[in-house]
C-alpha cells in the first residue's frame, strides 16, 4: 500500500445556473443541471485505514459518504480494507449548495489518495450518484458541462468553465431545509420540457463566450420555471433588488433555498451596484454573503 | 424519463436556413415550416394514444399543412383525409394524390364564416363517420406553438439574443410560440405580426381576400393577441410584389408569407438600426411558380397590382379602418378585446 492516509477535496456549488431536462444524443430526455461553482466552501476528507473490515465515518450521520467511501474500496482495493473517514466541511447543510456531495466526492477522492490510483471523472461519478442518488456538476473544472445528476451522464460539454462570476447569496428560507433525498423531483408536463431547449442553447453560447449577461438570463429563466416546484419566499423581491442595480441575473439552487444575485467582475460598475444591493437585501431583513468565483 | 415518441425521420427538413440579409436583418428560410409543428402534433397524439398504428388524420387544410401531414403520412404509415377548397392549387393537389392523401373539396362557402368555417364542418362530419380517426386541429392544439421551442433554440444558436421576430399569422403557431420561448430569455423582444386586409385575426372586417397562409375570417385560438407589439396589414399586391423582391435582391425563392415578412422586417429593420431581427419565412417558391411568380396571372387575378407601392407603413387609429395599403397598428401586448373596446371580435 502507498500511503498511511488519503485526503480528498470537493467545492460546494451555489446551486445551479439551470435545471431542467434535456434530450441525451439520441433524443430521450433526461434530468440534466448545470451547476455554479462556489470554490470558497470546501469539505475535506481523510482516510485513514485501520485493521477493521468495515469504514466508519466521523460526523456519524455522513453515511453517504462512508457508503461512498466503502464503494471506493471495493471497486478500487486490491485486498479488503477497512477503516476511519473523517470529514471536515464548512458546506452549509440543506441550502441546496452541494455539501452531501461535496462530502461524497471528497471521500471518494481520499480513498484514491490513499490508494494511490488515478481514474476517471466518469468512475468517480458513478460511485457518487450509486452513493448519493444524484450527484452535481462541481467535478467538471476544465469546463463546464451539462450534466444528468439522476444518471452520472454529460448530456454536453460545453467549450469553457463558467466565467466568473461575483455572487450576492441570500438565503431565502433559514429556518427550512430541503433534503436533495426526500425533495420529489420537478414533474414537468411533456410540454413544458420544450422550454429547456432555447435555455440550453442561450447557456451553451454564454459559457463559449463568456457573456456574464446572458448567463444571468437563463440563471433567472430557469429559476422562475422552478417556483412551480420549490417556490421561494420573496423571489419576486429579489428580482426587484437584481433589475434595480444592474446584476446580470437571479440564479437558485433549484433543490435549496439560497438564491443569488448574479454581477459581471468585469464591469466597472459592479463594486458600487453590489454595495447598493446588499443594503437593499440587509432592508429586506435577509441576511446575504458574498462568493467571487 | 419519459420515453418520447419520435417520428423523426424528415427531421433534417425542419430547422430553417439562417441567411443574413443585411443590416442585422437575417431571414429565417424554411423547406416547409409547418413540418415541424406536424410531427411534433403527431408523435405527442401517439403518446397520447390518440393515433394508433395505421390510424387515420382528418384535418382542414388548404396549404402546406396539409403537404406535411401528407409526407409524415407516408413516412410512417398513417392514412390521412384533407378538407379543402379553392385555395388547393393544381400542383397541390396532384401532389397530395400521389401521396395518397383522400381530398375533399368544399366548393360553397358558409354564409358568415366563409370557406374556412364550412371545411370546418365538413371536417366534423368526417371525423363522426371515421370513429378512431385524429383531427390534429392546428388552429387551436397546444402543441402546434409549442413545437416552435426547437426554432427560439435555432435563432439564438445562430444569431445570440434577438431583438425583433417578424413574421406572418394564420393559425398564430409559429409567431406566438417563438416568441413565447424567446420571451422567457429576452423580455424586451419586439414581436411584429403581419395579416391582410379582409382578416379577422386583429381586427378588420370580414371580406374577400387573394392570398392564402396569413390571415383567416375565423380568429384561431392559437393566436395569442397578448404577444404581439405591433400589427401590420400588407394587400395582396404588397404581398406578391415582396416576394418577387425577396427573390430578386436576395435570390431567396420564397412563398408569398414569406414575402410579407420580408417587407415588413425590412423596415422595421431599418428603422432600429443595431437590433437583431429575425424575419419568418416559411416555405418555398416553387408551389406558387404558376401564380405568383407569374406576372401574367398575378395582373389577371390580383387587385391594383399596377398601384405604385408605400415605401412605408400608414400607422392607422385602430385596426377597424377601411385599408388600401400597408398598414401597421401600435398594438401594445394587448388582448384582442381590449384593443377593439367593445370586447366583441368583428365580422
Ligand atoms: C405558407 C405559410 N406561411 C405562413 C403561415 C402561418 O403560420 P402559422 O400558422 O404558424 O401562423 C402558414 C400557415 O398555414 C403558411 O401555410
Known amino acids: ?257 439560497i438564491a443569488g444575485l448574479l454581477f459581471d467582475p468585469v464591469d466597472a460598475r459592479t463594486p458600487e451596484n453590489m454595495d447598493l444591493a446588499i443594503r437593499a437585501i440587509d432592508a429586506l431583513g435577509l441576511s446575504q454573503r458574498t462568493f467571487l468565483t | 424519463m419519459f420515453d418520447r415518441v419520435r417520428l423523426r425521420n424528415l427531421e433534417e427538413f425542419e430547422d430553417p436556413r439562417m441567411v443574413p440579409l443585411g443590416g442585422h436583418l437575417f431571414g429565417a428560410c424554411f423547406f416547409l415550416m409547418k413540418l415541424l409543428p406536424a410531427r411534433f402534433m403527431l408523435e405527442r397524439a401517439v403518446e397520447r394514444g390518440q393515433l394508433g398504428p395505421g390510424g387515420i388524420i382528418c384535418e382542414s387544410s388548404s396549404g402546406t399543412f396539409a403537404l406535411a401531414l401528407a409526407m409524415l403520412s407516408v413516412q410512417n404509415d398513417y392514412r390521412l383525409l384533407i378538407v379543402g377548397d379553392w385555395a388547393l392549387d393544381r400542383n397541390l393537389r396532384r401532389r397530395l394524390f400521389q401521396l395518397g392523401v383522400e381530398l375533399d373539396i368544399v366548393e360553397t362557402a358558409h354564409p358568415t364564416g366563409g370557406f374556412q368555417l364550412a371545411r370546418l364542418e365538413r371536417l366534423q362530419d368526417h371525423l363522426r363517420n371515421k370513429p378512431g380517426s385524429y383531427w390534429p386541429a392546428q388552429y387551436s392544439n397546444h402543441d402546434n406553438p409549442t413545437a416552435y421551442s426547437k426554432i427560439a433554440a435555432r435563432f439564438i444558436d445562430v444569431v445570440g439574443p434577438v431583438d425583433c421576430l417578424v413574421g406572418s399569422v394564420g393559425s398564430g403557431g409559429s409567431m406566438c410560440g417563438t416568441a413565447r420561448y424567446l420571451r422567457l430569455l429576452f423580455p424586451e423582444l419586439k414581436v411584429v405580426g403581419i395579416d391582410t386586409h379582409n382578416s379577422v385575426l386583429f381586427g378588420q372586417p370580414n371580406a374577400l381576400r387573394h392570398v392564402s397562409g396569413l390571415g383567416g375570417g375565423i380568429i384561431p385560438a392559437n393566436v395569442d393577441h397578448t404577444q404581439f407589439d405591433e400589427i401590420h396589414w400588407l394587400s395582396a399586391a404588397e404581398i406578391i410584389s415582396a416576394a418577387h423582391d425577396l427573390h430578386k435582391k436576395h435570390g431567396l425563392f420564397m412563398g408569398p408569407t414569406s414575402g410579407a415578412a420580408f417587407r415588413v422586417a425590412r423596415w422595421w429593420s431599418d428603422n432600429h438600426p443595431g437590433k437583431r431581427v429575425v424575419a419568418i419565412f416559411p416555405d418555398e417558391g416553387h408551389r406558387y411558380a404558376d401564380t405568383v411568380f407569374d406576372v401574367a396571372w398575378v395582373a389577371a387575378n390580383i387587385p391594383n397590382w399596377t398601384r405604385t407601392r408605400s415605401e412605408e407603413p400608414i400607422t392607422v387609429p385602430s385596426p377597424g379602418v377601411k385599408m388600401t395599403d400597408w398598414a401597421r397598428y401600435p398594438w401594445g401586448r394587448r388582448g384582442l378585446s381590449e384593443v377593439l373596446g367593445d370586447g366583441l371580435p368583428p365580422g
Open chain 1, 1 to 257: 500500500m502507498a500511503k498511511k492516509r488519503g485526503t480528498g477535496k470537493a467545492i460546494a456549488h451555489h446551486g445551479e445556473l439551470l435545471q431542467g431536462v434535456f434530450e441525451d444524443a439520441g433524443g430521450q430526455l433526461l434530468r440534466g443541471l448545470v451547476s455554479l461553482p462556489c470554490p470558497a466552501l470546501t469539505s475535506i476528507a481523510t482516510f485513514a485505514p485501520n485493521e477493521r473490515d468495515e469504514v466508519t465515518v466521523s460526523p456519524t450521520f455522513c453515511e453517504k459518504a462512508r457508503r461512498a467511501a466503502s464503494q471506493s474500496l471495493v471497486t478500487f482495493a486490491r485486498v479488503r480494507t477497512g477503516g476511519h473517514l473523517r470529514l471536515v466541511t464548512n458546506i452549509p447543510i440543506g441550502r441546496g449548495m452541494g455539501s452531501s456531495t461535496a462530502d461524497v466526492l471528497a471521500s471518494i477522492h481520499a480513498v484514491l489518495d490513499y490508494l494511490g490510483i488515478v481514474t476517471t471523472t466518469e468512475s468517480i461519478m458513478r460511485i457518487a450518484v450509486d452513493a448519493e442518488t444524484a450527484c452535481d456538476s462541481t467535478l467538471f473544472k476544465q469546463q463546464a458541462v451539462l450534466f444528468a445528476q439522476r444518471d452520472g451522464i454529460v448530456l454536453e460539454a460545453f467549450r469553457k468553465p463558467i466565467p466568473s462570476l461575483n455572487i450576492v447569496s441570500v438565503d431565502m428560507a433559514p429556518a427550512s431545509t430541503v433534503s436533495t433525498l426526500e425533495f420529489q423531483p420537478a414533474q414537468y408536463e411533456p410540454g413544458e420540457v420544450e422550454i429547456f431547449r432555447p435555455l440550453r442553447s442561450l447557456l451553451r453560447r454564454a459559457i463559449d463566450t463568456g457573456d456574464v449577461l446572458s448567463l444571468g438570463r437563463v440563471a433567472t429563466a430557469s429559476a422562475w420555471i422552478n417556483e412551480r416546484f420549490l417556490p421561494k419566499p420573496r423571489l419576486r423581491e429579489l428580482q426587484a433588488i437584481a433589475m434595480r442595480y444592474g446584476a446580470s441575473g437571479l440564479q437558485v439552487a433549484h433543490s435549496g433555498t
